[in-house]
């Protein structure tokens, strides 16, 4: 799985995405509806902090790790105060005590979310991926095939999310289109993907249905306490 790699741009689309994108409060809101208010959450992956923030409205903790130092300062300088925001690799983490719940949005497949389920939930575990890439959908189906086969019961939540993008110019959405696709679109191209607007600060937004699949799980099962895979 190729790892995300941060820059000073993504980081501005991500916070400027947050302020008129409501993609991540949806999926905490989804998430939410499994969860006491008396929850301490562990979140890895959804955005600049996004996922945890949101979350931290229906529950006592969200924790929330990322293995890059400006991203993780950009994470600190956003969050309330029941979000904790750490530098570290999820796969290595180890907490003093397991949480009550556990969010990994597109890490990816069973080999490496549910060693990182092991280590680090004792309860409720939401696993989030994306839907629309092959391999997206390649570890939704070694997810599920894994549970199964160890006899774990899931339920499975398959659903669509608009995203917002806004820019603060066109070139500005020539070089996210150049960053996230690698390649540079032309002016025809750009026209048919923006929707104009009349905000003066983002006259221009990239709106998109994300299709995204949700497995949830009881990591209590003593069937994860060895290892399925």
Same mark, same amino acid.
């Given at each position: 799985? !190729?790892? $995300?790699?941060?820059?000073?741009?993504?980081?501005?689309?991500?916070?400027?995405?947050?302020?008129?994108?409501?993609? +991540? +409060?949806?999926?905490?809101?989804?998430?939410?509806?499994?969860?006491?208010?008396?929850?301490?959450?562990?979140?890895?992956?959804?955005?600049?902090?996004?996922?945890?923030?949101?979350?931290? +409205?229906?529950? !006592?903790?969200? #924790?929330?790790?990322?293995?890059?130092?400006?991203?993780?300062?950009?994470?600190?300088?956003?969050?309330?105060?029941?979000?904790?925001?750490?530098?570290?690799?999820?796969? #290595?983490?180890?907490?003093?005590?397991?949480?009550?719940? *556990?969010? *990994? +949005?597109?890490?990816?497949?069973?080999?490496?979310?549910?060693?990182?389920?092991?280590?680090?939930?004792?309860? &409720?575990?939401?696993? *989030?991926?994306?839907?629309? #890439? @092959?391999?997206?959908? %390649?570890?939704?189906? !070694?997810?599920?095939?894994?549970? &199964?086969?160890?006899?774990?019961?899931?339920?499975?939540?398959?659903?669509?999310?608009?995203?917002?993008? @806004? $820019?603060?110019?066109?070139?500005?959405?020539?070089?996210?289109?150049?960053?996230?696709?690698?390649?540079?679109? #032309?002016?025809?191209?750009?026209? %048919?993907?923006?929707?104009?607007?009349?905000?003066?600060?983002?006259?221009?937004?990239?709106?998109?249905?994300?299709?995204?699949?949700?497995?949830?799980?009881?990591?209590?099962? @003593? %069937?994860?306490?060895? @290892?399925?895979?």
């Amino acid at each position: 799985m !190729e790892e $995300f790699v941060w820059t000073d741009a993504n980081i501005r689309w991500m916070s400027d995405a947050s302020t008129k994108s409501k993609f +991540y +409060y949806w999926i905490a809101e989804r998430i939410a509806a499994y969860l006491p208010p008396s929850a301490r959450v562990f979140n890895a992956g959804g955005g600049l902090g996004d996922l945890a923030i949101w979350l931290s +409205y229906h529950v !006592e903790q969200v #924790t929330v790790i990322e293995n890059d130092p400006k991203a993780v300062a950009a994470f600190r300088a956003r969050c309330p105060h029941n979000v904790v925001a750490i530098l570290g690799d999820v796969h #290595t983490y180890s907490p003093d005590k397991l949480y009550d719940a *556990l969010v *990994l +949005y597109d890490i990816g497949g069973a080999e490496r979310a549910l060693p990182v389920v092991r280590e680090l939930s004792r309860a &409720k575990t939401f696993l *989030l991926l994306n839907r629309e #890439t @092959p391999q997206g959908e %390649a570890n939704l189906r !070694e997810l599920s095939e894994a549970l &199964k086969n160890a006899g774990i019961p899931f339920t499975y939540e398959p659903f669509e999310q608009e995203h917002v993008q @806004p $820019f603060r110019s066109r070139e500005d959405a020539k070089s996210y289109f150049l960053f996230s696709t690698n390649r540079m679109l #032309t002016d025809e191209e750009l026209d %048919a993907m923006l929707t104009q607007g009349d905000d003066e600060a983002f006259p221009c937004a990239f709106v998109e249905k994300k299709k995204l699949g949700m497995l949830v799980f009881d990591a209590a099962n @003593p %069937a994860l306490k060895k @290892p399925i895979i």
